[in-house]
């Protein structure tokens, strides 16, 4: 008997009655005018590959982002694969044939409608989307399980209907994904792939959804039939790794995530960075005489040295003081800043805030050479001297009168940096914060630290922006705003994701799937959380190559008693209970 495409492939052994039904099904569905193409091509007893790459040719379509795709799934392993369901069918096929040349053990969670193609019914493990509670999904579902904990890749349309319009989201989007996907990408070692399809069906389909909602699967025969010619669009994230999926969600808030995760990869989300202004590199400086730099160093007074440890010591000072040493700062900045295509262009790192700054850094006593530093500006005498204008980060944002630097004596703290055999260091970034713990209780009267964490242009703008959503809190954000804003609104699904978890847990889970280097928050941020500190607003610095610049404020008394007393030293709870005369 020659194959046909029908509902009856779906409905067995059907009565009389039935047949009729199919009859019409078969014509109003668009069924019967697939199969006379299916008939006219000789698609009968295809491989499920050739069969999808017939089907796919006779529908002219322009598929894009198949080699990123396709180079994010892993080769071996347990996967899942999770995308949204714009089109209700033809997603299915091209998604199963791309990946599935990657990976040839791949099955296919999918609508048991699909069954009409015989020739693809090895890809699929079917399920019936309209009733959730069929007992015949029970083992569609411990299959998927089975597949998955076998070291298998799945591919899982967790919406399970197709997409629709949404008032309240002012477009086209889904169901709530079912929590199965949460459950497996919860399975040991599993990896969860994020999928967005780009594309939408008819606007006929929507009206008729709006109308009512089942009417819309009259019509899914029809949407593929009028795909013909269309450009889709499919974009995808890095593979996640199951232990960066926070282990305190239950499987319903992972299934959240990894549908937040999948919007992520929308290409329509998308900013592009403002073309660099400097479109030169000049040649850095020649590096300080090691004997210079001892001699300045020698001219200190003693009580500039705030500590030495294991090789290392850490002093602080000026530029009237060290006009050398403060050259070679600019110059190591230079060098460390252009790494993350921040650096200003110029023969070294500098402007005219390094004549009223102090500078802290740190010196590698066998090598002699400066390994890191910060400069930090004292807020009240800045602005005893020179107003508001004093203060660098002033240039990037208005502080209103609850702003810590308006309330009292302040540090800015800014142009941090450690050369790059120390960047990664835990003792580069440990003698950094000793040297600020031991100025503060030189200093007792300066409480509160507050600066920028610059993010780099390096970045994909979606983590920028996912980073500013997750840290900075309405009240925060009350305290100062920034002169040049970040341009790039957030994506509506993320921020119904945030409404339910927390944000700032789940950023390693985006970063790790936008980031294809691997780049997770900037360990200078993560510093300041463990201090407590506050994130206020994100500004560009326009004077520093239009980096990204994340502020916050810390309360340097406040902050957690086990890491004052590593950063203080001694000191720490005369730091800590020092109250103004």
Known sequence: MQHSISIRNIMPNPSPA???????????????????????????????????????????????????????????????????????????????????????????LANKGLGIFKELSDYFIFTNPLSPNDPKNGPSLRQCMKHVNAQGALLIFPAGKVSYYQKAKAGISEHTWNKLVGRLVSIDQCQYVPVFVNGFNSPAFYRIEKLYFKLRMLFLGRELLNKTGATIQVSCGNAIKEKQISRDLNYEQKAKLCRALSYAQDNRWRYEWPADKITEQLPIIEEIDKHQLLTELQALPSDQLLLTNKGYSVYYGYQSQLPLIVQEIARLREIVFRMHNEGSGQPLDTDHYDATYTHLFIIDNEQQKIVGAYRMGLSDKLMEKDGIAGLYLHKM???????????????????????????????????????????????????????????????????????????????????????????????????????????????????????SDGKDVPVLARQYLKMGGKFHALGIDTSFNHTPGLLLSVHFPSAPEKLLKLYVGEEYEAYRDWQAS
């Open 18 to 108: 039935k047949k009729a039904l199919i009859w019409a099904l078969d014509r109003i569905l668009g069924v019967k005018k697939m199969n006379a193409l299916y008939q006219q091509h000789k698609m009968q007893g295809l491989s499920k590959e050739s069969f999808s790459d017939r089907l796919i040719e006779l529908l002219e379509l322009d598929i894009q982002g198949i080699e990123a795709l396709q180079s994010n799934i892993p080769k071996s392993g347990p996967v899942v694969i999770a995308s949204n369901h714009p089109f209700g069918g033809i997603e299915g096929v091209i998604l199963a044939r791309l990946i599935g040349e990657v990976r040839p053990d791949l099955k296919v």
């Open 397 to 515: 944002f208005k502080f209103k009168s609850s702003f810590a630097n308006q309330q009292g004596p302040c540090m800015e703290m800014g142009r941090s940096f450690l050369i790059p055999e120390m960047q990664g260091s835990y003792q580069g970034l440990l003698l950094l914060w000793k040297g600020i713990g031991r100025f503060a209780a030189k200093f007792p009267q300066y409480r509160t630290l507050y600066g920028t964490v610059s993010i780099s242009k390096l970045f994909d703008p979606r983590s920028v922006k996912l980073i500013e959503q997750a840290y900075i809190d309405n009240e925060s954000a009350s305290q100062v705003s920034a002169h040049n804003q970040f341009e790039f609104d957030s994506h509506v699904e993320i921020d119904e994701l945030a409404e339910e978890i927390e944000l700032r847990d789940q950023l390693t889970s985006f970063l790790s799937s936008i980031e």
